[in-house]
């Protein structure tokens, strides 16, 4: 798969940005990273992007919501994020949340809950607790299906080469 393989017509300002972060999901799926994708806005407009870049730079802080606040901090050359909202397609892991509190992200938008790490009620709810400097607004289930069938395909492709790595077929797995 090369072309991007949703055809969504956003039916809002939420749902735009979403679909942007969904596309940067894209780009970490065909990288064949976890396919999480987010993306900066500011005053309306997207100011920094990003996608899971672990296994290409090799580092377990690479997450698509980390490079995008870095890339956004660059972009406004502060590190306080005090009027930008993140979209991300996942719901954010501990790692992720806590750089969103420390750059005072206002308000985040996540697509897709992550029940093994996600810092917003499925796994621990970071982001509920009070903080005594900054409290994000959250938003969460926006565009959640697609964001939750290209986490699905990415899994489900990577058992199968597992299984194909490790001398048994698909095949050999469904008539054994």
């Known amino acids: 798969m090369s072309a991007f393989p949703f055809a969504i017509i956003p039916q ?43 296994e290409l730079l090799r580092d377990a802080t690479a997450h698509a919501e980390v490079l995008c606040i870095t890339a956004g901090e660059a972009a406004l050359s502060n590190w306080r994020l005090g009027q930008c909202k993140l979209y991300c397609t996942i719901e954010p892991c501990a790692m992720c949340a806590g750089a969103m509190l420390l750059s005072r992200v206002e308000e985040l938008v996540w697509g897709a809950p992550d ?9 621990v709810n970071l982001l509920n607790i009070p903080h005594p400097t900054h409290q994000i607004k ?13 986490m699905k395909q990415f899994f489900q492709m990577r058992r199968l080469e597992n299984t194909k790595v490790n001398g048994i077929s698909q095949g050999e797995l469904e008539t054994g």
């Open 115 to 123: 029940i093994r790490h996600g810092a917003n009620g499925s796994w």
């Open 12 to 54: 809002d300002e939420d749902e735009k940005f979403m679909l942007e972060a969904l596309k940067q999901a894209w780009k970490a799926f065909q990288a064949k990273e976890v396919p999480v994708g987010a993306v900066l806005v500011y005053q309306g407009k997207v100011i920094a992007r990003g996608y899971n870049q672990v």
């Open 138 to 150: 959250v938003k969460s289930g926006i565009l959640k299906e697609p964001c939750a069938s290209l």
